[in-house]
Each structure stands twice: as structure tokens, then as C-alpha cells.
């Protein structure tokens, strides 16, 4: 891994997830090859990943259904290449992957491929002569320029992998090892998380009942129990909702992994 600051898991919410990874990359240059290798071996240790050439369903508005794909996401993988700079709709996507990490703790992971971490922080190389580019075409939109520039530099703020000197088959072995890693951390999470709330409503349920039993007479002491007793379905709900969510997303996982 990279020498910089990792993004960190906490906050994150499984039950918004429909994914576990969503590949970001320019598809001229790494779709036929460290890409697709990289999402097969995803695949292949049971991680529901989403790229867009095969998740993407028939007839979906690929403009409405990345960004989606993105927010139902618990990992961003972003492949940064050579070329990546030069398509305003991987920069599109980057921003709205670091919204989602900023707004959702989404957990986000760069692979510099082939590509200097540097060249990407400070534009220069390719990444200058497209932004040369970018800046010439949307003169009049210099802001969304900006807020581009400063999403390669935030998103190389991130603990990632430098491809240059390892194998391609070396990477993309550490990169599921380390996907597989934060993906079990996030369910000992979500366990933790449910386990705890249902050792709260057993608690709260039992001093309900006593409180029942008691038959308490305070008509405001009877509104504040309603009031609780709300608060308990909803929260009982939520837990159904999260088990739910799971279930859900380890079979849509399942049969991922069997159409490939």
C-alpha cells in the first residue's frame, strides 16, 4: 500500500449497500486488461463488484445509473491510468465518489496505474496537457474545472498502490486481500451494531412492560410510554430492514458470481 492516510470505514451504512465495489477507470485504456482481470478475481472471492459494460442493466440511463451505483456502494476502487484525465466523465465520477466518501464515509481505494501518484496531485505530464484541454473547452465553466482539479488531489490523499515495478497478478492479489479485509471489518460492524441494538430493545421492551404492569396512572407518563413504544417498532424495524439488506446483498453477490 501507499504511503498516505487511509480513508476510514466508520459511519458506514450496509444498509444502503447493493455493492461492494464500484470500479472507476477509463475504459480506453485498462477495460481489456488489468480492469478486467481486476474484476474477475473480485467476482471470483464472492465480491459483488460493479463495472459499468456488465452491470449495467438493459435500457438503464448510464448517467443516472453510475452515480447510483456509486452511493449503493461500500468501496470505490479508482483506476487511475495515464489517459484517465482526459474523459469529463471519469472526472465526474471521481467527484462524486469523494461526495459519497465525504457524506457517507464511503471507503475509498486509488491504484496508480502505470502513472506517477505525483503526475495525478500536482497535473502534470498527461494529466496537465488534458487539463490544458478541459480548460480551453469549458471556459466558461472554470469552477467545474477547479472542483476536478481538486478531486485528483484529494483522491491521492488516500492509501492506494503504485503499480509500477509489481505484476499485474501481484496487484490485483493485494487489492482483494485488502478489499476482503475492510469488507469484513464493515460486517464484524454491522454484527456489533446489531447485536448491540438488540440487546437495547430487550432492555427497553422488559422496562415497557414493567412500567404496563405497574399500570401507571400520570397522563403524561402514559404519552411519554406511547411515545417510546413508537420508537421501539421503528427501531425494531430498522433492525429487520438491515438483516433484509444483507440477505439481499449476498444474493445478488451469489448470483453475480455464478453468471461469471
Not at 452491470?55 to 468501496?75: C, H, T, V
Not at 498527461?126 to 487539463?131: P, T
Not at 492479489?173 to 454484527?191: A, F, P, T, W
Request: net charge negative.
Amino acid at each position: 500500500m501507499a504511503a498516505s492516510p487511509s480513508s476510514s470505514s466508520s459511519g458506514v451504512d450496509p444498509s444502503q449497500h447493493k455493492y461492494d465495489v464500484f470500479i472507476s477507470f477509463r475504459g480506453d485504456e485498462t477495460r481489456l486488461k488489468f480492469t478486467s482481470f481486476l474484476y474477475r478475481a473480485l467476482i471470483g472471492n464472492d465480491i459483488n463488484a460493479y463495472i459499468d459494460e456488465i452491470s449495467l442493466e438493459k435500457g438503464e440511463n448510464i448517467s443516472r445509473a453510475l452515480p447510483k451505483a456509486i452511493e449503493e456502494s461500500a468501496i470505490s476502487i479508482i483506476v487511475f491510468s495515464p489517459d484517465y484525465a482526459s474523459s469529463t466523465w471519469c472526472l465526474d465520477e471521481l467527484v462524486h465518489i469523494l461526495k459519497c466518501q465525504k457524506e457517507k464515509s464511503q471507503i475509498v481505494l486509488p491504484i496508480f496505474y502505470e502513472v506517477d501518484p505525483s503526475n495525478i496531485r500536482k497535473q502534470k505530464g498527461s494529466y496537465h496537457d488534458s487539463f490544458v484541454k478541459h480548460e480551453q473547452r469549458f471556459s466558461n465553466e472554470i469552477e467545474k474545472v477547479q472542483q476536478w482539479r481538486q478531486a485528483l488531489e484529494e483522491a491521492c490523499e488516500n492509501s492506494g498502490w503504485d503499480s509500477r515495478g509489481k505484476s499485474e497478478a501481484s496487484l490485483v492479489d493485494e487489492v482483494v486481500k485488502d478489499v476482503k479485509e475492510k469488507l469484513k471489518y464493515i460486517g464484524e460492524g454491522v454484527k456489533n451494531m446489531l447485536e448491540g441494538l438488540e440487546t437495547d430493545l430487550e432492555s427497553a421492551n422488559k422496562f415497557l412492560e414493567d412500567a404496563e404492569e405497574k399500570q401507571l396512572t400520570d397522563e403524561n407518563v402514559r404519552k411519554w410510554l406511547l411515545e417510546m413504544k413508537e420508537v421501539m417498532y421503528r427501531a425494531d424495524a430498522l433492525k429487520d430492514k438491515i438483516k433484509y439488506e444483507e440477505m439481499k446483498r449476498k444474493a445478488e453477490s451469489d448470483s453475480e458470481a455464478q453468471r461469471h
